[in-house]
T-cell receptor, first 112, second 113 residues
Framework: NAGVTQTPKFQVLKTGQSMTLQCAQD?????MSWYRQDPGMGLRLIHY???????DQGEVPNGYNVSRSTTEDFPLRLLSAAPSQTSVYFC???????????FGSGTQLSVL | GNSVTQMEGPVTLSEEAFLTINCTYT??????LFWYVQYPGEGLQLLLK?????DKGSNKGFEATYRKETTSFHLEKGSVQVSDSAVYFC????????????FGTGTRLTIIP
C-alpha cells in the first residue's frame, strides 16, 4: 500500500516563483488536508477538502490555493512564493467521519 | 478557540526510564484527544486516542487518560527504549466528523542507551 504520497520531498524556490506540491492517496479517502509544520508552532491547517469539488480554508490559508478534481489528488499551489512560506508541508487524508489521519512523508520547502 | 499546550522540549532520558509528556487543552464541548508520533524523516502516525472523559488510550506501551476535570491528556510510558526517540504531538478534534485537528507544538524525545 502506497498510502499518502507527496512530491517533491525537497524544493528550493526564489521569492515570487510559483509551484505546486503534489499529494495523492490510494485509500479512497474522502477527506484530504494540507498542514505546514514550523519550529515551535506545531502543525497548522492550511486547506482541506471533504470530497471532490469541495474545498475549504483552514487556519493559515493566505498565499495558497487548492483544488480537488478527483478523490485521489489534492495539490497545493503557491502562486507567488514568499520567505514566510519556508516550512515543511504535510498532506494527510482520512475516511469521512474517521478519527485517524494518514500523513505523507512531507515536503521541505525553502523560499530564498 | 481550541488550543493544545504541550510540555516544552526537548526531553532526554536514559533507556528504561519512565516517561511523562504533559498535554493540556482548551476546547468547547467534548473533544476527541490524540497523540501522534513523528519518527525522523517521516510523517506523523497516530499513536493513541481517547474520545470521551476517563477513556484510556494505549498502544506500544504508551498510555494516556482523558481527564476532563483537569483538561489534560498526559502521555506516559513505563520503560522507554531507544526506538521511542521521536517527536510527539498532542492534538484535539472538537467538531463533528473530526474534520479539523488542532495540534500542540510537539515534544522532541531522545532516549540514550
Amino acid at each position: 500500500n502506497a498510502g499518502v504520497t507527496q512530491t517533491p520531498k525537497f524544493q528550493v524556490l526564489k521569492t515570487g516563483q510559483s509551484m505546486t506540491l503534489q499529494c495523492a492517496q490510494d485509500m479512497n479517502h474522502e477527506y484530504m488536508s494540507w498542514y505546514r509544520q514550523d519550529p515551535g508552532m506545531g502543525l497548522r491547517l492550511i486547506h482541506y477538502s471533504v470530497g471532490a469539488g469541495i474545498t475549504d480554508q483552514g487556519e493559515v490559508p493566505n498565499g495558497y490555493n487548492v483544488s480537488r478534481s478527483t478523490t485521489e489528488d489534492f495539490p497545493l499551489r503557491l502562486l507567488s512564493a514568499a520567505p514566510s512560506q519556508t516550512s515543511v508541508y504535510f498532506c494527510a487524508s482520512k475516511r469521512q467521519g474517521g478519527e485517524k489521519l494518514f500523513f505523507g512523508s512531507g515536503t521541505q520547502l525553502s523560499v530564498l | 478557540g481550541n488550543s493544545v499546550t504541550q510540555m516544552e522540549g526537548p526531553v532526554t532520558l536514559s533507556e528504561e526510564a519512565f516517561l511523562t509528556i504533559n498535554c493540556t487543552y482548551t476546547a468547547t464541548g467534548y473533544p476527541s484527544l490524540f497523540w501522534y508520533v513523528q519518527y525522523p524523516g517521516e510523517g506523523l502516525q497516530l499513536l493513541l486516542k481517547a474520545t470521551k472523559a476517563d477513556d484510556k488510550g494505549s498502544n506500544k506501551g504508551f498510555e494516556a487518560t482523558y481527564r476532563k476535570e483537569t483538561t489534560s491528556f498526559h502521555l506516559e510510558k513505563g520503560s522507554v527504549q531507544v526506538s521511542d526517540s521521536a517527536v510527539y504531538f498532542c492534538a484535539l478534534s472538537a467538531n463533528f466528523g473530526n474534520e479539523k485537528l488542532t495540534f500542540g507544538t510537539g515534544t522532541r524525545l531522545t532516549i540514550i542507551p
